[in-house]
């Protein structure tokens, strides 16, 4: 089945570092990839994400790409900040039913600290 | 709209009890999903509809878990006879079925909190 790996935390950045988080994933078919982010008592939310293989997403400085040769599509940031404390979801959709359900297959979350 | 709403945000209920959780998606999104979210784990997919009709349910959703979504709006979730183990977050999403459901965000609500004791 669908299944996504994600870098064990918590990690802990200095102000202005800069960030990898590494995800790979195992899917059939070609899932789209996604990186969601939940900042403290805020829901899930959408950070970026990518399609297709070779495709980048980004926003808010941040970026990964959609290695389907290393299934991978893990998540940098030049320099982070205080405020991108959070912890940061990658996911990718399905497996798909036939019903018309994409869910997503979350992996188990990275939390991210940044301090001054 | 604000988004999607989900009430109440916390439930603190003693085993063996029953308790209903409510999602409000964001108007317009045909597609409802409900995940479950333990501590140190990311969310896991539980049921879908789209419109009032429940297409898909997970093997994590026991018959003491059922859902509804009666007029294509709002949703409930309820848990008969809860168990110490039903403790967890419990988020709803949406998204619009206007898009290639494949690419689509999914746009979640802040969760309830359920606590069994």
């Known amino acids: 089945g669908n299944s996504v790996t994600q870098m064990e935390g918590p990690v802990t950045l200095s102000e202005e570092a800069f960030l990898t988080i590494n995800c790979t994933y195992t899917?059939?078919?070609?899932?789209?990839l996604f990186w969601y982010v939940q900042y403290p008592g805020e829901g899930l939310q959408l950070l970026l994400k990518?399609?297709?293989?070779?495709d980048k997403g980004s926003n808010k400085g941040f970026e990964a790409t959609y290695r389907k040769e290393t299934t991978s599509f893990h998540l940098e940031k030049g320099s982070v900040q205080v405020s991108d404390s959070a912890v940061y979801f990658c996911?990718?959709?399905?497996?798909?039913?036939?019903?018309?359900?994409?869910?997503?297959?979350f992996g188990k979350g990275t939390k991210l600290s940044v301090i001054p | 709209d604000t988004g999607v709403s989900q009430d109440p945000r916390h439930k603190i209920t003693k085993r063996g009890q029953n308790v209903t959780f409510r999602c409000d998606p964001i108007?317009?999104?045909?597609?409802l999903y409900w995940y479950r979210q333990t501590l140190g784990q990311g969310p896991e997919f539980l049921t879908y509809?789209?419109?009032?009709?429940?297409?898909?349910k997970s093997r994590l959703l026991s018959d003491r878990f059922s859902a509804e979504r009666p007029k294509g709006s709002f949703s409930t979730l309820e848990i008969q006879r809860t168990e110490q183990g039903d403790s967890a977050m419990y988020l709803c999403?949406?998204?619009?079925?206007?898009?290639?459901?494949?690419?689509?965000?999914?746009?979640f609500g802040q969760g309830t909190r359920l606590t069994v004791v």
């Open positions: 990518a399609t297709k293989a070779d």
């Open positions: 108007s317009e999104h045909n597609r």
């Open positions: 899917a059939t078919g070609y899932p789209s």
């Open positions: 509809f789209q419109n009032e009709a429940q297409l898909e």
């Open positions: 999403a949406s998204s619009p079925t206007w898009a290639r459901a494949e690419n689509t965000e999914a746009f």
């Open positions: 996911a990718l959709s399905g497996p798909y039913s036939g019903a018309g359900s994409y869910q997503l297959t």
